[in-house]
């Protein structure tokens, strides 16, 4: 007799999809930390502590910025501009490479060089990351418009923050989430008619899977969402695909902001709200039960809050 | 030839009547520039690029994507990678380059199809699946960038050489970004009964590129080989003329809304004013148009709102 008909849900074996290496074929475990790229490093740095993040370390050789809150990593990279680009961003003015935005997804694999021969044996783009000496060579490939993703395995016994970075005298390496926040997700802009292609880009290369219709999660549903597989299962995470609306012919892509997902929406939006962090209040978008939206800070930063126990329930 | 078409219309009703047809850079000899002057001239809103257009340009690949991007044409796509599936090892990593090259190309033209011509390489394995396995790759490679490809069978292909064969190979690829290019010289030349599209998902057809020529028959891939790079035609120009206008009128019936390219290769082209040829061009459109897809006469739509 199968176990899901005599045992409770959390007495079950983990659902062994998330460890086979059809459904999960680059052992991945979630996310490390997402990067964000700006010429106004402390505009960012206050609204991120806004948010509840702490500065808690520096690199060692570049001007860049950890911050960090529960187990959410945010890397702020005001170095950019002197990174070599890639030919995805080469299309880019000048005063748009220096915009604020996101410009990396450190994703946790259970090996990063096996998942990084795995991505580009299917055709992903390696991209070339220059490390100093003695820093780590993190693998990377393009992702959305000109924005990169990076295979990160030391996550566990040690972190890849101990090489690159240097801790900032008395302060708490490990400061508390606001409200119980962690990571849920990833919005990110597409072209006209593009969902099948970034579905199949991310299901290729990292075995994520279109979540049904019904299964909706925040108070932005629209567009497609897909899930990633984690080998822990509190680690996996959404991405939503959201193609411009009909009469925008605006067909930019990018990844456009992230998601926390927290126990209780409205209890974080009054906690967060007294720390000065605006919300959208439109009849369109307003906090409610299911989620919340930060207004648009630094001309492109914007946070959305969804409700969620821990991770994303598979 | 004469210009009579050009004088007896007016340059706007030309542009109106030929703006879903584009000639291809490679008909026309001389200086990118001056092609791509003597393509809008003629009233083309579009061209299909070729690469060594860029690379041989005098003043260098960007001067060269500057002066497309200034003459205000639009690119149907850019041409061509050849012989990239079937490979391994070392020649497969090779072909990868190759085609991360012509995708960057093809992206900094602000084209959104590559087109990929099957493989003619004695090198390359004839297993289907394999062949299905590295079109999926380099079309994976194209999604970051938002480029299509288009997969050609050449008619002197070793392994696909006939449109259904590239659509049995897409098919088994199965990615959103790879499609089929058609090319009329090549349909004809292998004789493939045009019953075939109807097996072909219409809105995977990325590109449709149309030539003539003047012989009956092209039995052998030497001859269609030599055929097809000296001796091609614009529509209406050959002997297969009633063919094309079938093959449109079918892509037509199946729904195909996209472009149409004149991929002419032609010798004697290669020695004529750039105007004269682009004028034969022009008369090639207008006949498709006008007599053959009859898109002047108004639709019941147009009459209403009059």
């Given at each position: 007799?199968s176990?899901f008909?005599?045992k409770?849900?959390?007495m079950?074996?983990?659902l062994?999809?998330?460890f086979?290496?059809?459904m ?8 490390e ?6 010429a106004?490093?402390q505009?960012?740095?206050q609204v991120?502590?806004?948010?509840g993040f702490?500065p ?6 570049r001007e860049v910025?950890?911050?960090r809150q529960g187990d959410?990593?945010i890397v702020v ?9 890639g030919?995805?961003s080469?299309g880019?003015?000048?005063d748009?490479q220096?915009?604020?935005?996101i410009a ?11 998942a990084?021969?795995y991505v580009v044996?299917k055709?992903?783009?390696?991209v070339?990351?220059?490390p100093?000496v003695?820093?780590?060579n993190?693998?990377a490939?393009h992702?959305a418009g000109g924005s990169?993703l990076?295979?990160?395995d030391r996550?566990?016994?040690?972190s ?15 400061p508390p989430a ?6 849920f997700g990833i919005?990110?802009y ?9 579905l ?9 899977q279109p979540v049904p219709a019904?299964?909706r999660?925040g ?5 497609t969402l ?10 996996s995470?959404?991405?939503q695909l ?7 012919f605006d067909?930019?892509e990018?990844v ?12 974080a939006v ?5 720390q000065h ?8 978008a307003?906090?409610?039960?299911r989620?919340?939206?930060t207004?648009?800070y630094?001309?492109g ?10 991770g994303?329930?598979s | 030839?004469?210009t009579?078409?050009f004088e007896?219309?007016?340059v706007?009703?030309?542009?109106q009547?030929?703006k879903?047809?584009g ?12 092609k791509l002057?003597?393509?809008q001239?003629a009233g083309f809103?579009?061209v ?7 690379v041989?340009?005098p003043q260098?690949?960007?001067a060269?994507v500057?002066e497309?991007?200034?003459?205000g044409?639009?690119?149907?796509g ?5 012989d ?12 990868v380059?190759i085609?991360k090259?012509m995708?960057d190309?093809?992206?900094?033209l602000?084209?959104?199809v590559l ?8 090198h ?7 062949i ?9 490679l ?5 480029i299509?490809?288009a997969?050609?069978?050449?008619s002197w292909g070793r392994?696909?050489?006939e449109?259904?064969d590239?659509w049995?190979?897409i098919s ?5 970004n790879l499609g089929i290019g058609l ?6 030349a ?9 097996f072909?998902a ?5 590109l449709?590129q149309?030539?003539d020529?003047l012989?009956q028959?092209a039995?052998?891939f030497e ?5 097809a790079?000296?001796f091609r035609v614009?529509?209406?120009e050959?002997?297969?003329?009633p ?5 449109v ?6 729904g195909y809304?996209g472009?149409?390219s004149?991929?002419?290769f032609?010798?004697d082209y ?5 105007e ?7 008369r090639?459109?207008i006949w498709?148009a ?5 898109r002047n006469v108004?639709s019941?739509?147009e009459?209403?709102?009059r």
């Amino acid at each position: 007799m199968s176990d899901f008909l005599t045992k409770e849900e959390s007495m079950r074996e983990p659902l062994q999809a998330a460890f086979s290496e059809t459904m999960n074929p680059i052992g991945l475990n979630g996310v490390e930390f997402i990067e964000y790229t700006t010429a106004r490093p402390q505009a960012l740095g206050q609204v991120l502590e806004m948010m509840g993040f702490r500065p808690i370390a520096r690199h060692r050789s570049r001007e860049v910025q950890l911050y960090r809150q529960g187990d959410i990593n945010i890397v702020v990279n005001a170095h950019a501009s002197t990174d070599p680009v890639g030919p995805l961003s080469a299309g880019l003015a000048g005063d748009e490479q220096m915009h604020t935005r996101i410009a990396a997804i450190a994703l946790r694999v259970r090996d990063a060089q096996t998942a990084f021969n795995y991505v580009v044996d299917k055709g992903a783009w390696a991209v070339n990351t220059y490390p100093q000496v003695m820093e780590l060579n993190i693998p990377a490939i393009h992702g959305a418009g000109g924005s990169r993703l990076y295979f990160v395995d030391r996550y566990k016994e040690f972190s890849i923050y101990d090489v690159d970075f240097v801790p900032t005298p008395g302060v708490d390496q490990h400061p508390p989430a606001t409200a119980g926040m962690h990571f849920f997700g990833i919005v990110q802009y597409i072209g006209l008619d593009r969902s099948d292609d970034w579905l199949t880009f991310y299901q290729e290369l990292m075995g994520a899977q279109p979540v049904p219709a019904h299964e909706r999660f925040g108070i932005l549903p629209q567009g497609t969402l897909i899930r990633f597989p984690s080998t822990d299962t509190s680690a996996s995470f959404m991405m939503q695909l959201i193609e411009p609306e009909g009469d925008m012919f605006d067909g930019a892509e990018y990844v456009q902001r992230i998601g926390f997902g927290v126990h209780d929406v409205r209890a974080a939006v009054k906690q967060l709200s007294e720390q000065h962090v605006e919300f959208v209040k439109t009849s369109g978008a307003h906090t409610d039960a299911r989620g919340a939206i930060t207004k648009t800070y630094e001309h492109g930063v914007v946070f959305e809050f969804v409700h969620s126990q821990f991770g994303v329930k598979s | 030839m004469t210009t009579l078409a050009f004088e007896h219309k007016n340059v706007a009703r030309v542009r109106q009547t030929i703006k879903g047809f584009g000639m291809d850079t490679i008909t026309l000899a001389g200086p990118l520039g001056a092609k791509l002057d003597a393509i809008q001239q003629a009233g083309f809103s579009q061209v299909m690029l070729k690469a060594n257009d860029f690379v041989g340009h005098p003043q260098g690949f960007k001067a060269g994507v500057a002066e497309f991007k200034s003459s205000g044409l639009r690119g149907t796509g850019f041409q061509v990678l050849r012989d990239f599936e079937g490979l391994s090892g070392d020649l497969h990593a090779y072909k990868v380059d190759i085609a991360k090259s012509m995708l960057d190309m093809c992206s900094a033209l602000g084209c959104d199809v590559l087109l990929a011509c099957s493989s003619t390489s004695v090198h390359a394995s004839s297993d289907r699946d394999h062949i299905a396995s590295d079109l999926r790759k380099l079309a994976i490679l194209a999604i970051p960038y938002g480029i299509k490809i288009a997969y050609e069978a050449l008619s002197w292909g070793r392994t696909i050489n006939e449109f259904s064969d590239a659509w049995d190979v897409i098919s088994r690829a199965d990615c959103p970004n790879l499609g089929i290019g058609l090319d009329s010289f090549h349909i004809f030349a292998s004789k493939t009964q045009l019953e075939e599209l109807n097996f072909l998902a219409p809105h995977k057809i990325f590109l449709v590129q149309l030539a003539d020529f003047l012989w009956q028959e092209a039995p052998t891939f030497e001859d269609r080989r030599t055929t097809a790079r000296t001796f091609r035609v614009f529509p209406g120009e050959g002997v297969h003329s009633p063919d094309l206008k079938a093959l449109v009128l079918k892509l037509e019936d199946l729904g195909y809304g996209g472009d149409y390219s004149f991929e002419v290769f032609n010798d004697d082209y290669q020695q004529m004013a750039l105007e004269t040829v682009a004028q034969r061009g022009q008369r090639s459109a207008i006949w498709l148009a006008d007599e053959v897809l009859r898109r002047n006469v108004p639709s019941l739509k147009e009459m209403r709102l009059r």
